[in-house]
């Protein structure tokens, strides 16, 4: 079975995405100072999970490794340790760029 991992071969464990929340306020201690608003943060945010994106680069899917680094689908690579492939081979051998 191929398993996706980074061109260094470090495992693929999942997408970069962008959720958007809502930081709450604390609207009784707002002031206005010149031009500015400024207030407390209640401490809490309410997370608009049905708004969650895949972040994307060039057009293409921003993928992250076991160790945090992020990879576009243009970069990954496989193994496939029961047909023998166990070196990081390029999943589209012919649109293969370096490692940011």
Same mark, same amino acid.
């Given at each position: 079975?191929?398993?996706?991992? =980074? !061109? /260094?071969? %470090?495992?693929?464990?999942?997408?970069?995405?962008?959720?958007? $929340?809502?930081?709450?306020?604390?609207? +009784?201690?707002? =002031?206005?100072?010149?031009? =500015?608003?400024? *207030?407390?943060?209640? $401490? =809490? &945010?309410?997370? /608009?999970? #049905?708004? /969650?994106? &895949?972040?994307?680069?060039?057009?293409?899917?921003?993928?992250?490794?076991?160790?945090? #680094?992020? *990879?576009?689908?243009? /970069?990954?690579?496989?193994? +496939?340790?029961? #047909? $023998?492939? &166990?070196?990081? &081979? !390029?999943? *589209?051998?012919?649109?293969? %760029?370096?490692?940011?």
């Amino acid at each position: 079975m191929k398993e996706f991992v =980074s !061109p /260094q071969g %470090k495992e693929i464990i999942g997408t970069l995405e962008t959720v958007p $929340g809502v930081a709450l306020i604390e609207m +009784d201690s707002a =002031s206005l100072e010149g031009d =500015s608003l400024q *207030f407390d943060y209640e $401490g =809490s &945010t309410d997370i /608009q999970w #049905n708004e /969650q994106k &895949t972040v994307r680069r060039g057009g293409h899917r921003v993928f992250v490794d076991e160790c945090d #680094n992020e *990879f576009t689908e243009d /970069q990954l690579h496989f193994i +496939d340790p029961e #047909n $023998g492939i &166990t070196e990081p &081979t !390029p999943v *589209f051998p012919d649109r293969v %760029k370096p490692a940011e």
